[in-house]
């Protein structure tokens, strides 16, 4: 069973950056997609991004001049960079598997989710 | 606003059946069988329940079901059960450079 696990900073100050890790564990980190996705309190998902594990990357237009996801395949982990945060940035993060399409870059659904790490924008 | 577009909220008694709706366009949900569903408890992480339009993940109830027709997916669910009380979310592929689209979410209250 794959299981994955957010961590990093719970605060971040505006205008920082904002750094989280996702490690997976119970399967390999080749040949899937792996998303970070973010819910602000009490509102909708929102993608942020996929790293395929070889790293390329495809990020949401919306944030794709502060965001950074990277990966270590030999530690299983992927990472996410959001800078110059401000208070519309707080939200829970999400990392998830994601399935592929038959094209390479096509993303289809997000089978498993870590359990989300509140990341509150605050002096 | 959401790229899908999803009713705020649904209640059904149960052992009824329900329906919800998920409508997008010819670039997302008409254009390809990448829809998904997604079922989220307060405090939860989400949960997989439909991908590929009408496929259940392992251990899923079959309970529950997706269909499209045109632009529009909809999520069944029947035997409602109290602990089918949570939000849905539908997401789809898109063409658009922003790849995954998620619904506004919808709130299923069992009576």
């Known amino acids: 069973q794959v299981q994955l696990q957010e961590s990093g900073p719970g605060l971040v100050k505006p205008s920082e950056t904002l750094s989280l890790t996702c490690t997976v564990s119970g399967g390999s980190i080749s040949s899937y997609y792996w998303s970070w996705i973010r819910q602000p309190p009490g509102k909708g998902l929102e993608w942020i991004g996929y790293?395929?594990?070889?790293?390329?990357?495809n990020y949401n237009p919306s944030l794709k001049s502060r965001v950074t996801i990277s990966v270590d395949t030999s530690k299983n982990q992927f990472s996410l960079k959001l800078s110059s945060v401000t208070a519309a940035d707080t939200a829970v993060y999400y990392c998830?598997?994601?399935?592929?399409?038959?094209?390479?870059?096509?993303?289809?659904?997000?089978?498993?989710w870590g359990q989300g790490t509140l990341v509150t924008v605050s002096s | 606003q959401s790229a899908l577009t999803q009713p705020a909220s649904v209640s059904g008694s149960p052992g009824q059946s329900i329906t919800i709706s998920c409508t997008g366009t010819s670039s997302d949900v008409g254009g390809y069988n990448y829809v998904s569903w997604y079922q989220q408890h307060p405090g939860k992480a989400p949960k997989l329940m439909i991908y590929d339009v009408s496929n259940r993940p392992s251990g899923v109830s079959n309970r529950f079901s997706g269909s499209k027709s045109g632009n529009t997916a909809s999520l069944t669910i029947s035997g409602l059960q109290a602990e089918d009380e949570a939000d849905y979310y539908c997401s789809s592929y898109t063409s658009s450079s922003t790849l995954l689209v998620f619904g506004g979410g919808t709130k299923l209250t069992v009576l």
């Open positions: 790293i395929y594990y070889s790293g390329s990357t």
């Open positions: 998830a598997r994601t399935r592929g399409g038959p094209i390479f870059g096509v993303v289809t659904a997000v089978d498993y």
